[in-house]
Every structure is written in C-alpha cells, then in structure tokens.
C-alpha cells in the first residue's frame, strides 16, 4: 500500500514568489493534515481537511493556504513568500474524521527554500 | 491549552544500553499519546501510542512507553539501544475530547547511540 506521497520533494524560489505544494495521502485516508517544520519553532500546525472541508486551521497569516479535491488530494499554496517560509513541509492523513485514536501517517516532506 | 515538553535537547547512549527519551504533557481532560520517530531529510514515522488500557505500550522496533497519570508522562524506551536507533523523536499529544486530529508536538530529542 503506497504511502503518503508528497511533491516536490525540494524546491528553491526567491522572496515574492508563490509556491504549491502536493500531497496524495494513502488510499482510503480522507483527512489531509499540514505541518511546517524549523529548526526554530519545530513541528507546527497548519491545517487539517476532511471531505474537502477545512476542519481546523493553525496560527498561520493568510498568506497560507490550502484545499482538499474530491479524492483526498490536497494542495498548500504560500503567497508572496519571505524568508522565513523556508522550512519543510509536511503532509499526513489518517483514516476517517480526524481526532479520537488514530495516529497520523505523514509523507517525506517538501523542503521549501527561500532565497 | 494542550502542550508537550521534552526536557532534552538530546541524549545520549552507548549502544546496548537501556535508552528514555522523556515527555510531559499537559492538556485538559485524558490525553491521546504519541511517539513518533523522524530520521534525517525524512517524514515521521508512527512508532506507537497511548489510548487507554495498560499504562505500558509497546510499538515499533522495539520501543515502548509508560504512561504515567499523575507525573503526566509518557517516556519512551528501549531496552538496548542500537546505533541506527540515531535520530530525532517527537513526543505528541492530542486530547480525548478534541474535535480534530490536530496532534500537539514537543520540540524533538536527539538520540544519538555511539557503538
């Protein structure tokens, strides 16, 4: 069963820029959540999608943004980038509505560098 | 406010040796408790968890964890440590009567095991 796949896997842009990022979770999974790791700050929350729907959303300015398709894909946009949006980016998924028991699955990460 | 601390930044081991990584929570009500484990320029990989039942769990490669209610801790542990047991842990949190998976991270610790 494939993993939580997530791409690019690195990408570098210049401040200003806008980036996307992809991520496929595993088969049957239909919450997608997003974490932005630094060395600085560790792993924190961005948000979390179930059935196309944001559920939760983390402590990010609005230039962070996301969406979830009809098959449980998902996209994490980041507008007029600075440095301090170089990080790497997580994807997980988990089974059903996310919460209660079950753990998170996370794909390898995208690692953003801002130039 | 749901929070997880990990007092070390990092620890060491001599490979063979019994190895604690330690966690401390706080959150309102029962918690769901997570080890994950992440190695370098990778995704976190599940390695167990904490739901109810007996206070210690066992998981992945080896690893277990107690989960302590009244000291709110859930140390991880092995019994003898390996050198590709190298890398960052993450202690999580999430709490039983949330809505969401969001999981809560503590700031990572180090493991490094020497041969």
Sequence with gaps: KAGVTQTPRYLIKTRGQQVTLSCSPISGHRSVSWYQQTPGQGLQFLFEYFSETQRNKGNFPGRFSGRQFSNSRSEMNVSTLELGDSALYLCASSRGLAGGTGELFFGEGSRLTVL | ?115
């Design chain 2, 1 to 115: 406010a749901q929070s997880v601390a990990q007092p070390e930044d990092q620890v060491n081991v001599a490979e063979g040796n019994p190895l604690t990584v330690k966690c401390t929570y706080s959150v309102s009500g029962n918690p769901y408790l997570f080890w994950y484990v992440q190695y370098p320029n990778r995704g976190l990989q599940f390695l167990l968890k904490y739901i109810t039942g007996d206070n210690l769990v066992k998981g992945s490669y080896g690893f277990e964890a107690e989960f302590n209610k009244s000291q709110t801790s859930f140390h991880l542990k092995k019994p003898s440590a390996l050198v590709s047991d190298s890398a960052l842990y993450f202690c999580a949190v999430r709490g039983i009567s949330s809505n969401t998976g969001k999981l809560i991270f503590g700031q990572g610790t180090t493991l490094q095991v020497k041969p």
